[in-house]
């Protein structure tokens, strides 16, 4: 993120999908400068002003309506949440809109050719053809944003540490704070979990559980034109 967000200090970030703002203080600390965390859902917002911090402001609205003005953002973020634009074309528009020119966009998560294995495919192998079908297609996204003009520069893959452990994770996935949860049976998470509790229990050398994600990286061309214009930190220059 550090590497991929535009160079100049502070920078004005918009999160969109915010929830509980789980990455929203990594974002306030990279960008030394404002922070607008943007959710649709009143009780996630309540949760994360909770964990209020200055520069940090929780706003109402969804990616395809951003309460926010015209070139008002040096970036915009989307952490594990595109797959809930209702509409992917009008959020890239909206996107677009509230992005300076040269700004850049970081979407990080999954993408439905692109899925990265899953600790938890094993215990609820039915989740991954839920994953194919939710979320979108790498290149559904990018076409998307590239009629809006922002086109992509980057694509990462992040590993990062779930757990520090299998019995951390069992104990993580019990609150079924995965969207894909919605889409299963009571049954198929409850037979799932229970086998991952036993292989916990049974758990005699614990191991962190690993992840890797998609950190895919736009910028919102500096003119009407297939070829952004000259930069300099991070800015079109006339």
């Known amino acids: 993120m550090t590497r991929q967000l535009p160079p100049q200090r502070p920078v004005t970030i918009v999160e969109l999908g915010a929830g509980t703002a789980r990455f929203t203080q990594l974002l306030a600390d990279i960008a030394s400068g404002v922070v607008y965390a943007v959710e649709p859902s009143q009780r996630m917002r309540e949760v994360a002003m909770q964990h209020y911090r200055s520069g940090v402001y929780f706003i109402a609205g969804r990616a395809e309506a951003i309460p926010l003005a015209t070139e008002s ?5 989307i952490f594990f949440a595109v797959h809930h634009l209702a509409d992917l074309h009008a959020g890239a528009r909206e996107i677009a809109r509230v992005l300076r020119p040269g700004g850049r966009l970081l979407i990080a998560g999954s993408f439905s050719d692109r899925l990265h294995p899953r600790a938890y495919y094993h215990y609820i192998p039915r989740a991954r053809e839920i994953e194919e079908n939710l979320f979108p297609n790498l290149a559904t996204t990018t076409e998307a944003f590239g009629r809006a003009g922002v086109t992509v520069i980057a694509l990462d893959e992040v590993g990062h540490e779930v757990s520090a ?16 949860f919605e889409y299963l049976t009571d049954d198929e998470i409850d037979r799932g979990l229970a086998q991952l509790a036993a292989d916990a229990a049974a758990e005699t050398n614990p191991q962190p ?30």
Not at 73 to 77: L, P, R
């Open 73 to 77: 953002c040096d970036a915009a973020a």
């Open 165 to 180: 452990s299998l019995t951390a994770y069992s104990a993580r996935l019990t609150h079924r704070a995965i969207s894909t």
């Open 209 to 238: 559980v690993h992840h890797t994600h998609d950190l895919l990286t736009l910028e919102k061309r500096c003119a009407t034109r297939d070829v952004p214009i000259r930069r300099a930190a991070g800015k079109c220059l006339d």
